[in-house]
Nanobody
Framework: QVQLVESGGGSVQAGGSLRLSCAAS????????VGWFRQSPGKEREGVAVMYTSGGMTYYADSVEGRFTISEDNAKNTVYLQMNSLELEDTAIYFCAARNTYSSRWCSSVIGSTNPDFDHWGQGTQVTVSS
């Protein structure tokens, strides 16, 4: 019924770019906190970028700010993560997530959370950055 599907992952050399997509079916991102998270072996999940769709506010982890951009295409009901200037430490499985909420404050808070209470999660897409 409700499904989030990530795509766009792959292998790229350091300094390169990738664009991840998160397409929703049976669901809309209207008035939602939507975000991207990543997890690598031996490390806990971390928030990378989130957006509160009602106002378009975005929040980024310090490690990716200035390099990553989260955006939304309302017509396609899809959220994107543009990743530029990729670094080795960006290697991880990237997940998208969504939660219907009226609170932009809650949305901003998930950047520092390892287990945010989102309603829906995608299956993940692998990003591998090499030298």
């Amino acid at each position: 019924q409700v499904q989030l599907v990530e795509s766009g992952g792959g292998s790229v050399q350091a300094g390169g770019s990738l664009r991840l997509s998160c397409a929703a079916s049976g669901y809309t991102f209207t008035r939602n906190c939507v975000g991207w998270f990543r997890q690598s072996p031996g490390k806990e999940r971390e928030g990378v970028a989130v957006m509160y769709t009602s106002g378009g506010m975005t929040y980024y982890a310090d490690s990716v700010e200035g390099r990553f951009t989260i955006s939304e295409d309302n017509a396609k009901n899809t959220v994107y993560l543009q990743m530029n200037s990729l670094e080795l430490e960006d290697t991880a499985i990237y997940f998208c997530a969504a939660r219907n909420t009226y609170s932009s404050r809650w949305c901003s808070s998930v950047i520092g959370s390892t287990n945010p209470d989102f309603d829906h999660w995608g299956q993940g897409t692998q990003v591998t950055v090499s030298s």
